[in-house]
């Protein structure tokens, strides 16, 4: 039986900024001075928060905690691509798109010590709370777009999951009710080519996981989420396309050089070499060899940059530890149900009896 082609189609992939620190100039977003600091700095900065974030947990004065390493320019470079009148709706690994838009590093220290405090957000922010549930976050961003189309207002919705959240039923439907109803929406995933243990290879027989954008009728688009200006570039028009009513399927080309969280030992799982070679793909690294080389940094001014991300560090860590100690963790059973059912109060006197005796 002869057939004919339904459909055709072909996913773009963007890179402005190369391994070795060489730049598109046809690509270049042309940020100024200030902005291209901002990037680095915040960068930097989520960097080390993870590093300190990581020895707190393993010395027992933090929860389980899910670093960024690795990722920080797919996450940087995309929030700074959104306005003041913008949403953004995070999973559970943001902390550098949170810092992009000026939530204070103790903050996210909260969070990971289990205080509710971490999650506040003002309605001024226009920022969701972490979600944990793998991919449920879509949802969210999707009806927040979807608002944003049905009040015209001209504001978009951007939306982080990873490669794992791909495999959910919810992303697609998300981005499905997207493209019925012209949410604002940027769906980013960043494909850090592992979902906890499972390789990318064994989630997907798809060439692309933005190609899944197309069941869904939305632009589906790649870029090197190891480069902070083409994650910005891209994002930016994303999100410009969003605010007319055309969502877009963002895939972010990363890699977790870290743990899953701390409760993971990505040793089982990866190899060596596979973490050496990415290793040299590192975001930071090749962001700093571009801003050296156009005289935007120095030896003296990384220095500077550093040693205020350490006080910054050792300030908010300090203020985390002593609002922690004000806490009363039995107020955790108080926030389920108007009333405690038997086996809550079951486990509140089992909490006291262990909790007195410390």
């Given at each position: 039986?002869?057939?004919?082609?339904?459909?055709?189609?072909?996913?773009?992939?963007?890179?402005?900024?190369?391994?070795?620190?060489?730049?598109?100039?046809?690509?270049?977003?042309?940020?100024?001075?200030?902005?291209?600091?901002?990037?680095?700095?915040t960068m930097k900065l989520s960097r080390r928060l993870d590093e300190r974030a990581i020895a707190l947990q393993r010395r027992g004065q933090l929860g389980t905690y899910a670093p960024a390493i690795g990722?920080?320019?797919?996450?940087?470079?995309?929030?700074?691509?959104?306005?003041?009148?913008?949403?953004?709706?995070?999973?559970?690994?943001?902390?550098?798109?949170?810092?992009?838009?000026?939530?204070?590093?103790?903050?996210?220290?909260?969070?990971?010590?289990?205080?509710?405090?971490?999650?506040?957000?003002?309605p001024d922010d226009r920022m969701m709370a972490p979600s944990v549930p793998v991919g449920s976050q879509a949802l969210h961003a999707a009806g927040l777009g979807w608002a944003q189309e049905i009040a015209?207002?001209?504001?978009?919705?951007?939306?982080?999951?990873?490669?794992?959240?791909?495999?959910?039923?919810?992303?697609?439907?998300?981005?499905?009710?997207?493209?019925?109803?012209?949410?604002?929406?940027?769906?980013?995933?960043?494909?850090?080519?592992?979902?906890?243990?499972?390789?990318?290879?064994?989630?997907?027989?798809?060439?692309?996981?933005?190609?899944?954008?197309?069941?869904?009728?939305?632009?589906?688009?790649?870029?090197?989420?190891?480069?902070?200006?083409?994650?910005?570039?891209?994002?930016?028009?994303?999100?410009?396309?969003?605010?007319?009513?055309?969502?877009?399927?963002?895939?972010?080309?990363?890699?977790?050089?870290?743990?899953?969280?701390?409760?993971?030992?990505?040793?089982?799982?990866?190899?060596?070499?596979?973490?050496?070679?990415?290793?040299?793909?590192?975001?930071?690294?090749?962001?700093?060899?571009?801003?050296?080389?156009?005289?935007?940094?120095?030896?003296?001014?990384?220095?500077?940059?550093?040693?205020?991300?350490?006080?910054?560090?050792?300030?908010?860590?300090?203020?985390?530890?002593?609002?922690?100690?004000?806490?009363?963790?039995?107020?955790?059973?108080?926030?389920?149900?108007?009333?405690?059912?038997?086996?809550?109060?079951?486990?509140?006197?089992?909490?006291?009896?262990?909790?007195?005796?410390?």
């Amino acid at each position: 039986m002869p057939r004919d082609h339904a459909i055709e189609f072909t996913i773009d992939y963007v890179q402005v900024l190369a391994s070795d620190g060489s730049i598109d100039t046809d690509l270049d977003p042309d940020l100024d001075e200030d902005r291209l600091l901002a990037m680095y700095r915040t960068m930097k900065l989520s960097r080390r928060l993870d590093e300190r974030a990581i020895a707190l947990q393993r010395r027992g004065q933090l929860g389980t905690y899910a670093p960024a390493i690795g990722q920080e320019a797919a996450q940087v470079g995309s929030a700074m691509a959104l306005t003041d009148a913008d949403w953004m709706v995070t999973s559970f690994r943001e902390q550098p798109a949170y810092l992009s838009r000026n939530t204070p590093p103790h903050m996210l220290l909260w969070y990971a010590m289990g205080m509710e405090e971490g999650a506040a957000v003002s309605p001024d922010d226009r920022m969701m709370a972490p979600s944990v549930p793998v991919g449920s976050q879509a949802l969210h961003a999707a009806g927040l777009g979807w608002a944003q189309e049905i009040a015209k207002e001209d504001a978009a919705t951007l939306c982080y999951f990873g490669d794992g959240a791909t495999s959910e039923g919810d992303v697609y439907e998300a981005c499905n009710l997207g493209g019925v109803f012209r949410s604002h929406t940027v769906f980013l995933c960043q494909n850090n080519q592992y979902a906890i243990s499972v390789p990318r290879t064994h989630q997907t027989r798809a060439e692309t996981l933005a190609q899944k954008a197309i069941a869904a009728g939305i632009e589906g688009i790649q870029v090197d989420g190891n480069d902070v200006l083409g994650t910005y570039a891209v994002v930016n028009d994303a999100l410009e396309s969003a605010r007319n009513g055309d969502p877009v399927f963002v895939e972010a080309i990363t890699y977790r050089r870290s743990v899953h969280t701390t409760a993971d030992d990505p040793t089982v799982y990866r190899k060596e070499t596979e973490e050496e070679e990415w290793a040299t793909r590192d975001p930071i690294v090749r962001f700093e060899t571009y801003l050296r080389e156009r005289d935007i940094l120095d030896d003296e001014r990384i220095e500077t940059i550093e040693e205020t991300i350490e006080a910054d560090l050792a300030e908010a860590i300090e203020r985390a530890q002593e609002e922690e100690k004000s806490v009363d963790s039995e107020d955790m059973f108080e926030y389920t149900f108007s009333s405690l059912t038997p086996e809550l109060e079951r486990q509140r006197e089992a909490f006291r009896g262990e909790y007195d005796g410390h």
